[in-house]
T-cell receptor, first 111, second 114 residues
Framework: DAKTTQPTSMDCAEGRAANLPCNHS???????VYWYRQIHSQGPQYIIH???NNETNEMASLIITEDRKSSTLILPHATLRDTAVYYC????????????FGKGTKLTVNP | EPEVTQTPSHQVTQMGQEVILRCVPI?????FYWYRQILGQKVEFLVS????????KSEIFDDQFSVERPDGSNFTLKIRSTKLEDSAMYFC????????????FGPGTRLLVL
């Protein structure tokens, strides 16, 4: 699975959009980009995933660059409850099903 | 909304004792996983389980560890002889066929080995 690189930490004001970047320059053609988050001491929570098209669900939007070397997770209106560590993971569907978690980005949403 | 549950939430044991951590995956899911997270460190994959057998395991998952699906609903992780370094949060997860990488995690069991 491709290595991903994320900033260690970010801050965001409550009510504003949180844009979390991820670099995955070695991603292969069959690897999807998955985003999970982990609120303090809880189990990781699936957010969204995509291959090359932008995706949106009730939690977030995922923007993937055309060359697929990077992506951005967007939380459109961040709340205090969105404070968490966000993980960007590259994984190929049908390959190894294990998720390889890095250190992620610690997002702090401030009032 | 269906969710993965885990029991107990906390477990304290003495070094060398056996522990069994229990999980109830989401009912229509077919793939089951255990991960662990030592305090302050990354979430690490331990093992995946499908069709009543281990499909993949990490180097951490040595002979001291075993998994079982004793009935149609429970999925267990057994540590035969616990070590101090087994102290961690243990997360169970499950996923459905055709979308294995979208995994739903339980709240975890915090294991403390003294």
């Amino acid at each position: 699975d491709a290595k991903t690189t994320q900033p260690t930490s970010m801050d965001c004001a409550e009510g504003r959009a949180a844009n979390l970047p991820c670099n995955h320059s070695t991603i292969s053609g069959n690897e999807y980009v998955y985003w999970y988050r982990q609120i303090h001491s809880q189990g990781p929570q699936y957010i969204i995933h995509g291959l090359k098209n932008n995706e949106t669900n009730e939690m977030a939007s995922l923007i993937i660059t055309e060359d697929r070397k990077s992506s951005t997770l967007i939380l459109p209106h961040a709340t205090l409850r969105d404070t968490a560590v966000y993980y960007c993971i590259a994984a190929s569907q049908g390959g190894s099903e294990k998720l390889v978690f890095g250190k992620g980005t610690k997002l702090t949403v401030n009032p | 909304e269906p969710e993965v549950t885990q029991t107990p939430s906390h477990q304290v044991t003495q070094m060398g004792q056996e522990v069994i951590l229990r999980c109830v995956p989401i009912s229509n899911h077919l793939y089951f996983y255990w991960y662990r997270q030592i305090l302050g460190q990354k979430v690490e994959f331990l093992v995946s389980f499908y069709n009543n057998e281990i499909s993949e395991k990490s180097e951490i998952f040595d002979d001291q560890f075993s998994v079982e699906r004793p009935d149609g609903s429970n999925f267990t992780l057994k540590i035969r002889s616990t070590k101090l370094e087994d102290s961690a949060m243990y997360f169970c997860a499950s996923s459905e066929q055709g979308n294995r990488e979208t995994q739903y995690f339980g709240p975890g069991t915090r294991l403390l080995v003294l």
